[in-house]
């Protein structure tokens, strides 16, 4: 069964592959948010809190800065 999905889950997708494409790629990328994962869990992990921060925020990726993820490291 096929399933639509809501916008602001694309735009948190959207959101992942602006910080891949910050890391140079998809290996460096994973990567990293292995080790974020590792370090601080899934919700504090810097790339899933910036993707959940402004997933609704559909102008978002137009104005973030580049490596903006960094800001949400704690």
Known sequence: MYR??????VRHENIH???AADCRGWILFYLRYLWYWLRYGYRRNP?????YENERN???L???PSQNWRNYMT
């Not at 639509?4 to 889950?9: E, G, N, V």
């Not at 790339?47 to 993707?51: D, L, T």
């Open 4 to 9: 639509h999905l809501s916008a602001s889950t």
């Open 17 to 19: 592959m602006a910080q």
């Open 47 to 51: 790339f899933e809190r910036e993707a």
């Open 58 to 60: 559909a102008d978002y």
């Open 62 to 64: 137009k104005n973030s």
